[in-house]
């Protein structure tokens, strides 16, 4: 794989990531616990669509504009999508959203704080523009769950459901291919072994504040970034790409 197809391949992997998790956030619209926290998921769910269109329209300038960033958005089949596992998950309760929200930004901060010493200038100025919104996400789920777990009974039980669901995905989120040791050789990023480590201890130091047990390793699944999905992707994507496909090159 040569470095210009390898960075085509990651910014979809990166705009594809926020699009899915967006997309999931949205699903919340007008359903949140409470006013100030559905406005606060729909505020998160537009930091996504922002990341993804500037990372979809980046991808379709290295591929000489054959394609729009709508084009990689939504009329990409299942097995073109590089998302990882955890994004594509079904919301489930308040708790399993922000559990999920928890884990997945705590990826992103530390991958965005990475990804400002990319030796590619868009790559840098958008992780740098992204680490802001990043941290406010980790800081709110963060918040959420130390909350669940020192709330009641009930909040702690369905915290801890919800992160022993979600623990198998998490090892998808450092996985590397063909991909990343292309771009690390050239220094437009790096290992993910050291974003891995800092992941491990912030997420251990927010679930002990919380009194929640790290579950043990089991049927770990992985393969997003290679675009092998759950079952949930497809059916997110019906209806993610249902206009689009429905009305071929409309225009608003």
């Not at 801890?160 to 450092?174: G, V």
Request: glycine share 4%.
């Amino acid at each position: 794989m040569n470095t210009k197809d390898a960075l085509i391949n990651y910014c979809l992997r990166l705009a594809d990531n926020s699009m899915i998790a967006g997309q999931r956030l949205a699903e919340w619209n007008s359903c949140g616990p409470y006013l100030e926290e559905d406005i606060a998921l729909s505020n998160m769910a537009l930091d996504f669509f922002g990341q993804a269109e500037t990372m979809y329209e980046y991808a379709s300038q290295l591929i000489n504009n054959q394609k729009t960033a709508d084009d990689l958005a939504f009329r990409r089949s299942e097995r073109e999508y590089f998302n990882c596992l955890l994004a594509e998950q079904p919301n489930g309760d308040f708790a399993y959203t922000m559990m999920k929200q928890f884990l997945f930004s705590t990826y992103l901060k530390y991958m965005y704080e990475t990804l400002s010493s990319s030796n590619d200038e868009t790559l840098k100025g958008f992780a740098e523009r992204s680490l802001k919104e990043v941290k406010y996400h980790f800081r709110h789920s963060s918040e959420w769950i130390i909350r669940f777990g020192n709330g009641t009974e009930e909040s702690l039980k369905r915290a801890q459901f919800a992160l022993d669901e979600l623990w198998r995905f998490t090892d998808d989120l450092f996985c590397m291919n063909a991909t990343d040791e292309e771009l690390i050789s050239t220094g437009i990023t790096v290992s993910s072994d050291s974003i891995a480590a800092k992941w491990n201890l912030t997420v251990k130091e927010i679930l002990q504040a919380a009194h929640l047990t790290i579950p043990e390793k089991f049927n770990v699944i992985t393969g997003g970034y290679s675009g092998i999905h759950s079952e949930h992707l497809g059916h997110l994507l019906c209806e993610m790409q249902y206009l689009q496909r429905a009305y071929p090159d409309a225009k608003w």
